[in-house]
């Protein structure tokens, strides 16, 4: 069991930047493929990057390519992104997810998932 705690969204001016923490518990944190969602209002949860259980790999929607950065700390067990250039269609609610497999796209993959927490970019 793996639970997931997301932190650091809040209202930031376009342009500006934040970074996200998804802080897991749980022994197995390093062996899972971690990922970022985000729901923005009245849509699907649509996907945004993800990273292998090494670090080795990261995926990316071409939409944040060059400006978020996923990475994680395995001896801190937290997935972090790092949203730079930040823009109004970021807005959304961003939830951390995790799988046993293999990073994907594929929200069904993710077996274990945050709660979300708010980004806000102001135009």
């Known amino acids: 069991q793996v639970q997931l705690v997301e932190s650091g969204g809040g209202l930031v001016q376009a342009g500006g930047s934040l970074r996200l923490s998804c802080a897991a518990s ?3 944190f390093s062996t899972y493929a971690m990922g970022w969602f985000r729901q923005a209002p009245g849509t ?6 993800a990273i292998t259980w090494s670090a080795g790999d990261t995926f990316y929607v071409n939409s944040v390519k060059g400006r978020f950065t996923i ?7 937290t ?7 930040l823009k109004p269609e970021d807005t959304a609610v961003y939830y951390c997810a995790a799988a046993r497999h293999k990073a994907t796209m594929a929200e069904h ?3 274990y998932w945050g709660q979300g ?3 806000t970019v102001s135009s």
Request: net charge positive; proline share 0%.
């Open 79 to 85: 997935v972090y992104l790092q949203m730079n250039s």
């Open 109 to 111: 993959n993710y077996d």
């Open 26 to 28: 749980g022994r197995t």
């Open 117 to 119: 927490t708010q980004v």
């Open 71 to 77: 990475s994680r700390d395995n001896a801190k067990n």
């Open 44 to 49: 699907e949860r649509r996907f945004v990057a």
